[in-house]
């Protein structure tokens, strides 16, 4: 009992401690997501990288005290969260699209119109071809140290930018030698038909193939991935074979669904027994209802119709309203660089028509479990991994409000600090 009683780390004084601790297990639905079991005057004690009291400071201090190795952080009255997960990102790639960006806004060039000239992800695919390891990494690198500033500790990661098998290898392995090299744990996903690459433009039917027999088995053999992601680059019946088999290969199915247009996406992805559905702008009422029936988390990346310059908003309150779970993601990649998960925050409020603890919900607890970590991060709970933010405000509606970013103060990882501002 000393080693409980004594723990590596107590953090005290904490003005608002968002727990987002629950009762059952699982992702929050609905209007549960309006709640993050919040404390005020709290405390957190942390033995081992693990949390072993998270509450009232009165509480947690009659159990436990400082000893002689006990490292005391003073949180002087402000926000304690769990670290924040990115539920949606691609991050290793190489090459950059600014080029992009500039026919957006100054020739007011659609995403589809810049594709047809040669931009979008063939692209980046020409870029990351070309890429040695060493340069993809370098490429990420940076990009995760940013967004760890911004209070991050986990995210999902996306391949998807070489579009052959020992393209999609090398970014799923330059994925895990990020993840061992930390702090930010990365969850990775076979994203293997984000297009249909240029040798293959007229038999899409021969790249399923090579999808279906090579790459995914080659990756699972290799226990790359967690997750297989598809939108529905090829018609639905095909797509649900390529989910069937990567289901037999134990990477569960994620569904980029219903961007530009709707394709059935979300559909499909209540059929499929997807855990998430993503982007999901023009996913309809119906189809809103059949992920509700079928547990699938809809992942929302309110940057997207901002830096793509759509004509329609992110809505959560359909999602939320129907009873779905939601979780958030920046979509970081080559035409969309935002690394920021609280900027997302801020835009699921203002944009998104998200209330505060909504956000903060759909940014710890439910992008945990919409990639499968929901059991040992995105909450404050005995047991769970340490990951904790002390925030430079004094509570989450101020974090919320403020889209600047720059507002972590202290970021832990499995109990050790990994930055201070």
Not at 141 to 159: D, F, H, Q, Y
């Amino acid at each position: 009992m000393d080693d409980f009683r004594h723990p590596d780390l107590l953090i005290d004084n904490v003005g608002e401690l968002a727990t987002l601790s629950s009762t059952e297990s699982g992702p929050r639905y609905g209007r549960d997501m309006d709640e993050i079991a919040g404390v005020k005057d709290g405390m957190v004690a942390v033995t081992a990288g693990r949390i072993v009291a998270a509450g009232p400071g009165e509480e947690v201090a009659t159990r436990f005290k400082p000893g002689p190795n006990t490292r005391m952080i003073d949180a002087e009255g402000r926000l304690v969260s769990p670290g924040l997960v990115d539920a949606h990102t691609h991050l290793v790639f190489a090459g950059s699209r600014e080029n992009e960006f500039r026919l957006k806004i100054v020739k007011g060039l659609s995403y589809g119109e810049i594709e047809r000239m040669g931009g979008g992800v063939l692209a980046s695919v020409a870029h990351t071809r070309d890429a040695d390891m060493e340069t993809l990494l370098s490429q990420a690198r940076p990009v995760l140290r940013r967004m760890m500033r911004n209070g991050v500790t986990t995210i999902e990661a996306k391949s998807g930018y070489a579009l052959n098998t020992q393209g999609e290898i090398r970014l799923l392995e330059a994925m895990r030698q990020l993840d061992r090299e930390g702090p930010v744990e990365i969850v990775p996903t076979l994203f293997g038909a984000h297009d249909i690459p240029p040798e293959y433009a007229n038999q899409p039917e021969a790249f399923l193939e090579l999808i279906l027999t090579e790459m995914i088995p080659q990756v699972a053999d290799r226990r790359l991935a967690r997750f297989y992601d598809s939108g529905v680059t090829f018609p639905p019946e095909q797509t649900e074979r390529l989910f069937s088999v990567a289901n037999t290969f134990g990477l569960r199915p994620k569904v980029h669904a219903d961007e530009f247009a709707h394709v059935g996406g979300a559909a499909l992805a209540a059929r499929c027994g997807a855990i998430s559905a993503e982007h999901c702008l023009h996913s309809s009422p119906s189809d809103l209802e059949a992920m509700q029936r079928a547990g699938v988390i809809a992942v929302l990346l309110p940057a997207i119709p901002i830096v793509h310059r759509l004509n329609i908003p992110i809505d959560a309150r359909r999602f939320i309203d129907a009873g779905l779970a939601v979780a958030l993601g920046t979509d970081f990649n080559p035409s969309c660089p935002v690394e920021s998960l609280s900027l997302a925050i801020s835009l699921g409020c203002y944009g998104a028509r998200m209330s505060p603890a909504e956000a903060i919900t759909a940014a710890t607890i439910n992008s945990a479990y919409a990639i499968g970590r929901g059991d040992e991060i995105g909450s404050l709970e005995p047991g769970k991994q340490a990951d904790i933010v002390i925030w430079d405000v004094a509570n989450h509606l101020q974090l919320c409000a403020n889209p600047s970013g720059g507002l972590a103060s202290t970021v832990i990882k499995k109990g050790k600090i990994v930055w201070e501002n």
